[in-house]
């Protein structure tokens, strides 16, 4: 069976840190670029940060950048997102995705691209 797994989330006060990892079953990561993505309640799924297929390359959303850090161990199959100094403005649900670049130096943070998705982990940050 081909899935991601996320695991890590949970409630955390504000300017805290989480870090949250995906672990793919089935296939393997390393023809993949990878991204992170939240959705809060009653809004539109976001891009939060993507991963290129070497690792050498990562995008953030300006909300996030100096704050989080994506990186992957295809050793492992697994990809990590550091969350730290959380706000609560960060409460969502937590998302990672996959798909494979056509342009393997860089990666995108557009859900479209996006063709295999994991169920998600709660991220609550909150005094």
């Known amino acids: 069976q081909l899935q991601l797994v996320e695991s890590g989330g949970g409630l955390v006060q504000p300017g805290g840190s989480l870090r949250l990892s995906c672990a793919a079953s089935?296939?393997?990561?390393?023809?993949?670029?990878i991204g992170w993505f939240r959705q809060a309640p009653g809004k539109e799924r976001e891009g939060v940060s993507c991963i290129n297929r070497s690792g050498g390359s990562t995008n953030y959303a300006d909300s996030v950048k100096g704050r989080f850090t994506i990186s992957r161990d295809n050793a492992k199959n697994t990809v990590y997102l550091q969350m730290n100094s959380l706000k609560p403005e960060d409460t969502a649900v937590y998302y990672c995705?996959?798909?494979?670049?056509?342009?393997?130096?860089?990666?995108?943070?557009?859900?479209?691209?996006?063709?295999?998705w994991g169920q998600g982990t709660q991220v609550t940050v909150s005094s």
């Open positions: 995705a996959v798909y494979i670049p056509t342009i393997q130096a860089m990666c995108h943070m557009t859900k479209g691209f996006y063709k295999r």
């Open positions: 089935g296939f393997t990561l390393d023809y993949y670029a």
